[in-house]
């Protein structure tokens, strides 16, 4: 698309050649396309250039200045007013132009896409849950944000590889070895994996309590599976092939998928040669039998590479983790979506990354997240056994909403209401998901996630539906024309909800660049949610399917941009974009 900041910088730079006369002083493309402001006030224009610069090269004052550019640039086509302000050129963009700029590209299904990260690859984790334990509520919050900035980076042209970091090592499995043992039983296990296994690993705890000698007895246990020692083995891949196959099932009713499930087992023979590397360069001491990395210089504590025992610990299997990630992908950005509890624990990691002299350490990327909790106080946590399973919130989701577009449908066939209540409900979920700023804790509300009228998923979707069904009345043919941008007349697209909405159309490449390069799918989120918005008061403010044939046409292509952009700014939430509701 032509990037109109882009061609008012050439405008300009046409000018101000003929203004200095090749006098020194001259300023870059660059230099004023950094200098061309976006006025607060739109009275001011849509773009404004300050002439301050220019004073001592052409030695005269600035509002003189722009008076001289005002006058040279005011026939443009693609303007439709330029005043000169004080010491600013105030540009009023051509309704027509822009409209035909937008539409132009935006008629193309693929707009927004990009290949600006060609070449580049870029490591996503996410998701990442602990072998053996539930896949509570409180998974979501990666799951659907890592799987978000996959989709982000995707369309701008990275080459974007999804990693699930699982937890499938750690002491807490000689915990799960020594109860299975103890009070194990294989056909319950089979029958209800992750319960049972939580039920064994609540179980432990409880006993432990009064037995401390099974917390020894379980650290044993763990020694044995990083040795490789038969029986520990075999139940350690059992429980993991167990988890893995019910994880499975909620990402595929997610519709996520990753390209490596690479764990932490996976690094547990790739680890000694960073213990030597730290234990070389002086780096690690022994404390009390452990051995640790001495942070506090940099305000970060202490971080633990080997238990008195001789095991290894999480940030170890970190430390392999990140250079085998280096080695392997050569990756440009490595990003890990973790909660913001580990903040620290992540510092600690690039700075023993640093240390350890890695510069590529920067390419790190720690994406924090708030907590998500429930409306009804509900806790998350593990231990008490007390949690919501990402499962069941998902299957309430869809239920709930089956029963809406039922209601809503009542002629609709039962297999159009089943796939529709899927492809909302989990929508639904995601979207508020993805609603708020990552960082902030919010609290699952389900009158907030199913209500059609708010900003929500199903209102965006049924926008889209909305769309669709606009143009299924238009017919094939007028929808044909459309798309030819030489046969539409943009004035009549220049009424304000539509221009409006053509402006909102015009900024999505940049709203992706912006939440990709931020992290932040809520930006994208926000935006389609502004453009539903708008589409649907030009859709109530003004006849689309009008007699006039040129006016349909202008807005019928309207609308298959709006449409364009709805789908795919879902996409990239991950969220589908049904036809029909
Ligand atoms: N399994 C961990 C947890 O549930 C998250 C893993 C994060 N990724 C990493 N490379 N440390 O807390």
Request: glycine content about 6%.
């Amino acid at each position: 698309m032509i990037d109109i900041k882009e061609k008012i910088a050439e405008i300009l730079a046409g000018q101000l050649d003929s203004l200095l006369n090749d006098a020194e002083g001259s300023l870059s493309m660059d230099e004023i396309k950094s200098m061309i402001e976006i006025p607060q006030d739109k009275a001011n224009g849509d773009y404004a250039f300050p002439c301050f610069k220019l004073a001592r090269t052409l030695r005269k004052a600035p509002p003189l200045i722009a008076k001289d550019i005002a006058a040279g640039i005011e026939e443009e086509a693609l303007f439709e007013k330029v005043e000169q302000v004080n010491a600013y050129v105030n540009m009023f963009v051509s309704k027509e132009e822009l409209s035909g700029i937008t539409l132009d590209a935006a008629l193309d299904p693929d707009f927004g896409k990009s290949d600006e990260g060609e070449g580049k690859t870029v490591i996503v984790e996410y998701s990442s849950p602990n072998i053996a334990k539930p896949f509570h509520i409180g998974h979501i919050r990666t799951t659907i944000i890592g799987d978000s900035i996959y989709r982000l980076y995707d369309e701008l042209g990275y080459k974007v590889v999804r990693l699930n970091h699982l937890g499938d090592y750690g002491t807490q499995f000689g915990k799960m070895i020594v109860a299975y043992k103890k009070w194990g039983n294989a056909d319950e296990l089979e029958k209800d994996p992750i319960k049972y296994l939580l039920y064994l690993y609540t179980k432990f705890h409880k006993e432990a309590e009064n037995d401390p000698s099974l917390d020894d007895q379980a650290r044993e246990a763990f020694v044995k599976l990083e040795a490789g020692e038969e029986e520990e083995v075999r139940l350690w891949k059992w429980f993991s092939d167990l988890s893995l196959k019910e994880f499975n099932r909620v990402y595929d009713m997610l519709g996520i998928s990753f390209d490596e499930y690479d764990g932490e087992s996976f690094y547990s023979d790739k680890m000694q040669r960073f213990i030597d590397e730290l234990h070389d360069k002086g780096l690690m001491h022994e404390s009390r039998g452990a051995n640790v990395v001495d942070l506090e210089d940099y305000g970060l504590g202490t971080a633990l590479i080997t238990k008195s025992d001789g095991s290894t610990l999480y940030c170890t299997r970190d430390i392999a983790t990140a250079v085998y990630r280096k080695e392997h992908y050569d990756f440009y950005k490595n990003i890990y979506v973790v909660a913001t509890q580990q903040n620290l624990y992540f510092k600690q990691l690039k700075m023993i990354l640093k240390l350890l002299g890695y510069e590529w350490e920067e390419d790190c990327i720690h994406v924090p997240f708030g907590m998500v909790s429930l409306e009804n106080g509900q806790i998350l946590s593990t231990r008490g056994g007390n949690v919501v399973f990402l499962e069941d919130v998902l299957n309430n989701a869809i239920d709930k909403t089956r029963e809406i577009i039922r209601e809503k449908n009542p002629d609709a066939t039962e297999e159009h209401v089943n796939e529709i209540a899927k492809e909302v409900g989990i929508g639904a979920v995601k979207f508020q998901e993805l609603s708020n700023n990552r960082i902030k804790d919010y609290t699952f509300t389900w009158d907030k996630v199913l209500n059609f009228d708010g900003e929500t998923g199903p209102y965006v979707q049924y926008t889209h539906a909305r769309c669709a069904s606009v143009l299924r009345k238009a017919g094939d043919d007028v929808v044909a024309k459309a798309q030819n941008i030489n046969a539409l007349d943009m004035s009549y697209i220049s009424g304000e909800n539509a221009y409006e909405l053509v402006k909102l159309i015009y900024a999505f490449p940049e709203v992706i660049r912006d939440a990709a390069y931020k992290y932040e799918p809520s930006i994208v989120t926000r935006h389609i949610i502004d453009i539903a918005q708008s589409y649907n008061r030009f859709y109530h403010d003004e006849h689309i399917l009008v007699d006039n044939e040129d006016e349909k046409l202008a807005k019928v292509a309207l609308t298959i941009a709006a449409k364009n952009v709805i789908k795919t700014g879902l996409g990239l939430l991950g969220i589908a974009a049904p036809d029909r509701m």
